[in-house]
């Protein structure tokens, strides 16, 4: 049997906006899905934002490989189309506010009479349940309530969000996974489901080291780390100086350390009382640090990379956002790709993270123009005669 993309054959009817629902059916689309991207008028929110400098990228970097359609679900047409589009699909992904969909007369009980195969997949900020579920979720303000803001910097400082949109993301990919493991559950019974996914509920494993910390503390909360390990229980583990940058340096287990003091030409050092076993060095981490740092600034980034591989230690130069975008590995594994967008010029894509054994990551098809593939959508696909789309446009439909 010759390989194919796992998702071949699975339509997706993609009501996401900005990056939540938009990552997780990019993940679907790169797997093979045919995924269509329904817009309302003058396009979702993260479109708008490419009247703003750069903000434009964003949009090209998670949608690729759609198929572009609008429609106004503000209209009794607009729902009846989308009916048409849920009788003849598998999946439907949202992250409007909880209950949007219900208020449109959209919501999955509705839905799934149309379609008992449906598979639902819900991205919110909270939750459909609970006494939070109906506070404003974005990013940022998920990344205060979840305890990221509060970890994140230096305890001398106030709190700072972290740098990426993380809770978009991580909720992005967990529902991915839930839409996943609902339709290998229909394969086995032929029924859909709702799934969802809350965003502060898929980032608070990440904060497992936070907590462990907060946990051996008792009630106190405890103070942000900075570079530090989160749960203060690894040393060396720190962002160090050097001639020109930073250089990132962990060592987990006894041999790691060996491995540092084999690269510092300080192997005498495995024998100093407050050095000999973790536990000794937590305790003695600022001493820990001083030492390594001395060690680090004297050398510039690269070189320093260079010795402390060549001695197996796990390591990093601290990489501005250019050096990342130009990375010689993930361009050779098409991680990465320079692409002619025909909107926005010649841009750096992501392709999925996820390889499937046997086909090369899917060539990126780009994002393209709102409303551009309309009659593909609601000519070919749904079948309705030219006429009916020229009625649909005057009656602001789509």
Known sequence: MTPQYPLKGVTVVDLGQIYNGPYCTFLMAMAGANVIKIEAKGGEHLRRRGVVGGAALPFAMLNSNKTFATLNLKTPRGRELLHEMVRRGDVLVENFAPNAMERLGLGYEELRK?????????????????????????????????GIMNVTGF??????????????????????????TALYEREKTGVGRLVEVSMQEAVYASLSSNLGLHYSAGTSVPARTGNRHGGMAEAPYNVYPTKDGYIAIICVGEKHWKYLLDAMARPELAQDPRFTDLKSRVAHMDDIDALVSDFTQRYAKKELFDLLMKHRVACAPVRDLDEVVNDEHMHSRRALEWIHHPMYGRVCLPNSPMRYD?????????????????????????????????????????
Not at 386 to 395: A, G, H, K, S
């Open 114 to 146: 149309i379609n008992p195969q449906l598979i639902y997949g819900a991205g919110s900020g909270y939750g459909r349940t609970g006494p939070n579920k109906d506070y404003p979720a974005m990013d940022l303000t998920v990344q205060a309530m979840a």
């Open 155 to 180: 305890p001398d400082r106030p709190p700072v969000k972290a740098g990426p949109a993380l809770c978009d993301f991580f909720g992005g990919v967990h529902l991915y996974g839930a839409i996943m």
């Open 358 to 398: 046997g086909v090369e990551p899917l060539e990126i098809k780009p994002s393209g123009e709102l409303g551009c593939d309309n009659h593909a959508v609601f000519g070919d696909w749904l079948g309705l005669s030219d006429p009916e789309i020229q009625q649909l446009i005057e009656d602001e439909v789509i």
